[in-house]
Structures are given as C-alpha cells and as structure tokens.
DNA sequence: CCCTGTGAATATTTTCACAGCT
DNA sequence: AGCTGTGAAAATATTCACAGGG
C-alpha cells in the first residue's frame, strides 16, 4: 500500500456507481478489467486505486461486489446521512434544492438562507428561508455539516466566513472566485463559465 | 515552446480572469509573480504555460496586459458570441438560462429543447420551447455549436446521439453517466453527486 | 537589477509486467 | 487458466535555477 493519489477520491466514486450498477443487475464478482472496460481506463489503475485503500480482491476471480460497495459507501460517507445548508435562493440554488438525487444518495438540505427580504419566511418543502443572520443558529440546530453556495458574485467571502466561524468545514462553491479559508477547510469549486470556455477554446482552435 | 499540459488550458482561463481585473484596475504590466501570488502556484509555471501559448513578455517588467488579454480571449474563444443550446427546461436547465453571466462571456441560449408537453410551446425570454424532433432544425437555423444538456438521467445518449448527427461536437452535460461520443466531439461533465461525495468523503475520513 | 524563458531536476501519476494465489 | 497485487519503468506535470535581455 503506497500513498493515497490526488485523483482517486474521483475515481473510486466512479468504480462506486459502476458497482452499484452491478448489484442491481446482481452480479457477485466483478474484475478490474470489467470496471475498467466501462470507464476506459487501465486495469492495474483500478487494482492500484483499490489497493491504496486497503481493499483485496481474489485472484482468479476479482472483486466481491457487495462488500466492495460497502467498503466504498463507508470510505466516501455514502452509508449516513448528511445535513447541507444552501447559501442562496436564486434560481440555481432552486435547482440544487429541488434537484432529487442528492437525498439519494445521502445529502438533505436542512436550511436555506438568503438575504432577499422577498424570499426570506418564505417555505421551500417546509424549510423556511432565513436571514443571513441566522446562519450560526442554524447551522446548530440542523447539525449543518456542508455548505453549498449558490450566490452569484460578490458576498461569497463574507458568508465562507461566517460559516467557518459556525464550524463548517466542508464548502462546495458555485461562486467563481477563489475563496480564502483556513487548513482544515475544504472547497470545492463548480465554475459553469469555466466549463463554457474549455469548450470555446476547443471551437476557437480549429479555426 | 513545449508540448501543451493537460491542465494548462484551465489555468489559462484563471490567468485571463486576473488579467482582466488587472485591466479594470487600469494596471499595464503585470509579472508572473504577481498572478502567482492570486492563485498560489509556482511562478514558474505561468511563465512556462503561456510559453506554450508562444506569449512573450518584458525580461524585467512582465506581461503588458492589454496584450496579454486580448491573446487569451482568443485562444478562449471569448472575442466572439458562441450559439447555445439548452436541452433540459427543468429546475437546472432553467437556473442555466437565466443566469446572466454566460452572455457577458459570449455564450447566448439561441434554442430550448423539452420533451414535455406542458413546457412546449411556452417561451422564456423569447425562445419557445421546442420538441425533441426539432432539434437538428434548431441547430441549424440557429447556428448552434454548444449543446449543454440538463436532464437528470436516462435519455442523455439518445439526445447525445440527435445532437452529434446534427453536427454538434461540444458538449456540457449534467448527466452523470459517461456518454459515448466518437472522436472529434469534446464532452465536459458537471456532477454535482460527485462534489458532494468528495466532501462527505472528507468527513468520513475523519471520524 | 529584476523578471523572463527554458533546459534540467524533481515530483507525481500512470502503465507495464510478472510473481503468486485460487 | 485467469486475475490480483505490486515493484519497476514510463509518462506527465511541476519546480528549480540560472543565462540573458531590457
């Protein structure tokens, strides 16, 4: 077992769905090869990815699925429930919110916040939307320990703030700036326009 | 000049963000410390991606901003409007179109696709939303050359399929599954299960 | 003198290849 | 025979360090 990659977290999430996908389909041994021909990818970098963590498959056979799902649900925190703030009641923290497939897998939104007088009292599926005021109390009361912030551009920072000084330490952000926090907080970044400009900049090199 | 880095092209589109507040700032020159320091990374790396890109700057000054700026846009793409297509008039789709930052970088929803019939016909900002079987006329008439797909699961492949055979070859999809797509055609997933995954991972680990 | 441009060195990540278990 | 587990090799990516230009 040698040190943990940079990009493995990513990809046992991927192995997870696939194995997932095995279950239902309710196959009991899967081969690195058959997780590999899926993703495209090489064999002995799903053997080395699973070998980091501890997990062993038979020779001659390959992996126990269901113990190997389980091994990754606990490894990835997928075998509890957590409880997620939403930062923001716009429209894309609309579609977060209502979006069905985070609870599936283990994500419930417990509080809302914005800062718009017009939205705050108002109830998305019983959760009334609070002032930014009430993050600390919140984040308390509903054991908050994920943020998800969906606000546009500039409060970011000051909120990141607030909700670290709350206790959070886990932040995804669909704000483009960098935010500044403190080791033992982690971020991770959804930036859509990003996303738009790796595709134009493929569109403007063929020219 | 060396061959171009995988991850080069998404720092490039970081480097063209704090150029342009530099630009804001009426800052002429900026150095390849100065950009290091915003993004905390190796000088030496900036200096060597925009090498790759042949961008020369001042031995002593750094880079003139101005210049600088106006290359990127272009390798971006981001100098000229790009045809948007939005496949998905859903929670998400809809927190898509109606955010106002992709216009100001040159992406601009021209056509909408459902399949449901209680969202045909209805029209946001000017675009009726239209059937499935319209698409290859859509992308036509409108000139569209970026598909972003917004449906949550099953039929992204055969959406996938209509769009490629229509002559689309950049993709941003919001389906989590790996979609097929021949060579040629460049394809970017946002998964938001895989970004809450990642942080409750980190939560797990703790414990 | 300060900063760029870049070969060389280092670090990281992926792939190969094969011994060993079932 | 077939597949795992893993050192070793190869490929990629990052950082160092310094010659050379303004």
């Known amino acids: 077992m040698s040190t943990i990659n940079r990009n493995t977290i990513h990809r046992i999430i991927m192995y997870n769905r696939i194995l997932k996908e ?3 389909n309710k196959i009991d041994f899967i081969t690195s090869k058959e997780i590999s021909d899926i993703l495209i990818k090489n064999p002995a970098q799903i053997r080395k990815d699973l070998s980091y963590i501890n997990i062993k498959g038979k020779p001659g056979v390959g992996y126990n699925v269901i113990s ?15 409880n997620v703030m939403l930062i923001g009641a716009g429209n894309l923290g609309g579609a977060l919110f209502f979006y ?3 609870k599936r897998e283990g994500f419930e939104f417990k509080a809302v916040i914005d800062n718009d007088s017009g939205k705050i009292g108002k109830k998305w599926n019983g959760i009334v939307i609070s002032s930014v005021k009430n993050i600390k109390n919140k984040i308390r009361d509903n054991k908050i ?5 969906a606000i546009p551009r500039d409060a970011a920072q000051k909120i990141v703030d607030k909700l670290i000084d709350a206790g959070i330490r886990e932040i995804l952000s669909f704000a483009p700036e960098p935010l500044n926090v403190p080791a033992g907080v982690n971020v991770r970044y959804v930036d859509l326009a990003l996303e738009l400009e790796n595709l134009s900049c493929h569109l403007s090199y063929k020219k």
Chains 1, 2 share one sequence.
């Open 145 to 149: 320990s994920i943020a998800i912030i």
């Open 22 to 24: 095995a279950q239902r």
């Open 100 to 102: 069905h497939g985070f």
């Open 68 to 82: 190997l799902v389980s091994k990754l649900d606990s490894l990835l925190g997928l075998n509890k429930m957590w």
